[in-house]
């Protein structure tokens, strides 16, 4: 069983930046694909960014790539999303993810584990 816990969410202004924070619970964090997704009012939940499991790989919507990245620190079992330069379309709820395979995939259907989200804001 694995734990996520958000943190590090609020307001920031289009062009700021902002990093989001997730720590895991359990032993495996270090063969678990971590992604984050967000979720805007009246909208469903989207992939985000992903990282795989060591950090072999990573994979981005077309949306963020070049402006966001993520990155994991096995030792904290943690992984971070750092938002740059964001847009207003970026606010909603950004939730992490953990996926029992070392894998990356975009589909939020193969992510077994989910925290509780955290609000980004984007407006000046």
């Known amino acids: 069983q694995v734990q996520l816990v958000e943190s590090g969410g609020g307001l920031v202004q289009p062009g700021g930046s902002l990093r989001l924070s997730c720590a895991a619970s359990g032993s495996a964090f270090g063969r678990y694909a971590m992604g984050w997704f967000r979720q805007a009012p009246g909208k469903e939940r989207e992939f985000v960014i992903a990282?795989?499991?060591?950090?072999?790989?990573?994979i981005y919507a077309d949306s963020v790539k070049g402006r966001f990245t993520i990155s994991r620190d096995s030792a904290k079992k943690t992984v971070y999303l750092q938002v740059n330069s964001p847009k207003p379309d970026a606010t909603g709820v950004y939730f992490c993810?953990?996926?029992?395979?070392?894998?990356?995939?975009?589909?939020?259907?193969?992510?077994?584990?989910w925290g509780q989200g955290t609000q980004v804001t984007v407006s000046s």
């Open positions: 990282i795989g499991g060591g950090g072999g790989s990573t």
């Open positions: 993810a953990a996926r029992s395979s070392p894998f990356v995939t975009r589909s939020r259907l193969e992510y077994d584990y």
